[in-house]
C-alpha cells in the first residue's frame, strides 16, 4: 500500500515569491492534516481537512497561506508572498480512526 | 490549550540499555495519543497508538503507556539499539481530533 506522497521535497524560493505543495493522502483516508514543522520543534497543526470540508484552519495564516482540497483526495498548500520565516518543513498526514501516518515532507528555504 | 511536553530532550545510552522516553499533558481529555520516530530529513513514522480508552500498546522492543489522570504517557524501549537513534514525538489529539505535538526527545544509542 503507498503512503502519504508529497511533492516537491525540497523548495528553495525568494521572499515574495509564491510556493505551494502537493499532497496525495493514504487510499480510503478522509482525514488530511497540513503542519509546520521548524527545526527542534514538533509540527504544529495548519490545517485539517475531512474529506474537502476544512474543519480546523485556526492556525493557517490567511492572509498569505490558502489550501484546498477539492475533491476530497488530494490536497495543495499555497504561500503567496513567501517569507523568510515560511522557511520549515512542511508535513502532510492522513489518518483512518485517528491514527496518522506522514508523508516525507517538503523543506522549504526561503531566500 | 493543549500542551505537551517531553522529557529528556535528549538522551545518550550505551547498546542495550532499557529506557523510558516521557511525554505528559496538559488537558486530560484526549481522544487518542500517539508516539512516533523521526529520522533526520525524514517524515514522521507512527510507532504506537493508545485510544483514550486503553491503557498501554505494545509492538516488539516498545512498549506505550497511558494515564490519562495524571496526563502522562511513557514509551519504553528494550534492549536498545544503534538504529533506535532518532528522534522520538508524542501527539495528543482532543475530543475534535487537533493533535497537538511534544518537542521531542533525541535518542543517540552508541554501540
Known amino acids: 500500500e503507498a503512503g502519504v506522497v508529497q511533492s516537491p521535497r525540497y523548495k528553495i524560493i525568494e521572499k515574495k515569491q509564491p510556493v505551494a505543495f502537493w499532497c496525495n493522502p493514504i487510499?480510503?483516508?478522509?482525514?488530511l492534516y497540513w503542519y509546520r514543522q521548524n527545526l527542534g520543534q514538533g509540527p504544529e497543526l495548519l490545517i485539517r481537512y475531512e474529506n474537502e470540508e476544512a474543519v480546523d484552519d485556526s492556525q493557517l495564516p490567511k492572509d498569505r497561506f490558502s489550501a484546498e482540497r477539492l475533491k476530497g483526495v488530494d490536497s495543495t498548500l499555497k504561500i503567496q508572498p513567501a517569507e523568510l520565516g515560511d522557511s520549515a518543513v512542511y508535513l502532510c498526514?492522513?489518518?483512518?480512526?485517528?491514527?496518522?501516518?506522514f508523508g516525507p515532507g517538503t523543506r522549504l528555504t526561503v531566500l | 490549550k493543549q500542551e505537551v511536553t517531553q522529557i529528556p530532550a535528549a538522551l545518550s545510552v550505551p547498546e542495550g540499555e532499557n529506557l523510558v522516553l516521557n511525554c505528559s499533558f496538559t488537558d486530560s481529555a484526549i481522544y487518542n495519543l500517539q508516539w512516533f520516530r523521526q529520522d533526520p530529513g525524514k517524515g514522521l513514522t507512527s510507532l504506537l497508538l493508545?485510544?483514550?480508552?486503553?491503557r498501554e500498546q505494545t509492538s516488539g522492543r516498545l512498549n506505550a503507556s497511558l494515564d490519562k489522570s495524571s496526563g502522562r504517557s511513557t514509551l519504553y524501549i528494550a534492549a536498545s539499539q544503534p538504529g533506535d537513534s532518532a528522534t522520538y514525538l508524542c501527539?495528543?489529539?482532543?475530543?475534535?481530533?487537533?493533535?497537538?505535538f511534544g518537542r521531542g526527545t533525541s535518542l543517540i544509542v552508541h554501540p
Open positions: 487510499s480510503g483516508h478522509n482525514t
Open positions: 493508545i485510544q483514550s480508552s486503553q
Open positions: 498526514a492522513s489518518s483512518l480512526e485517528g491514527e496518522q501516518f
Open positions: 501527539a495528543a489529539s482532543g475530543g475534535s481530533y487537533i493533535p497537538t
